[in-house]
């Protein structure tokens, strides 16, 4: 077994014909294994009981700065379909020669802007889109022109799929109509509105933009 090196544990064993000094190294090593083991079950109850939390921290920072990248989307897809129906009703008052517009110029300026909610939107989940001049669906749009003519302010386009809930500005009521603002220097202006219903990654009411 060996001479006994300097820390080595010992015991005094009773043997006949005196006392035997020999270490005793096993319980020792019984006692660090069995200290180890609970070492590490505890560190595994932390770590489990640790682990949902973060993964709950994560979805929610992920679901902020997803809502906030989808919001600055849908505000993008708003204006830039305003600014292609604006541009087209300039031309079909050129055509024209007159304001108001005809019914026809109308819906022209109209689709302009429901189409092009329609190709912006077309990334973003839960948007369907079907073939080229017809309507898609998870974004609902609302179109005015405010120049005292337009009729059609009151219609509602991309909304096969209903409208939701968390919609209220385009609910029947709420929809703009071709009233001017401004005041003293009032003018024209094309008005689009969408509604974008974004959905968590964790189970939360659904967030509309």
Same mark, same amino acid.
């Given at each position: ?78 204006? /830039?379909?305003? #600014?292609? $129906? !604006? %541009?087209?009703?300039?031309? *079909?008052?050129? +055509?024209? =020669? ?17 189409? /092009?909610?329609? #190709?912006? $939107? !077309? %990334?973003?989940?839960?948007? *369907?889109?079907? +073939?080229? =001049? ?76």
């Amino acid at each position: 077994m060996g001479a006994p090196r300097k820390g080595d544990p010992t015991v005094l064993v009773a043997v006949e014909g005196g006392m035997d000094r020999r270490p005793k190294r096993i319980a020792s090593r019984v006692l660090a294994l069995r200290s180890a083991g609970d070492g590490a079950g505890q560190a595994l109850v932390e770590f489990t009981l640790v682990v949902p939390i973060l993964l709950i921290l994560l979805l929610t920072v992920g679901d902020f700065g997803r809502f906030f990248a989808t919001g600055i989307t849908v505000e993008s897809i708003a204006r /830039t379909a305003a #600014e292609f $129906a !604006a %541009r087209e009703y300039l031309r *079909e008052e050129a +055509a024209e =020669g007159s304001i108001p517009l005809s019914a026809a110029g109308y819906a022209r300026v109209h689709a302009y802007a429901w189409e /092009t909610v329609c #190709e912006e $939107a !077309a %990334r973003l989940p839960g948007v *369907e889109v079907g +073939a080229s =001049g017809t309507e898609c669906s998870g974004i609902p749009t609302v179109v005015c022109v405010h120049d005292l003519g337009d009729a059609d302010c009151a219609n509602i386009y991309n909304d096969a799929a209903g409208l939701p809930p968390q919609c209220a500005s385009l609910a029947p009521g709420n929809r703009p109509t071709n009233a001017i603002g401004g005041g003293s220097e009032a003018s024209r202006y094309v008005e689009v509105r969408v509604c974008y219903t974004f959905s968590t990654l964790l189970p939360m009411d659904d967030i509309s933009s």
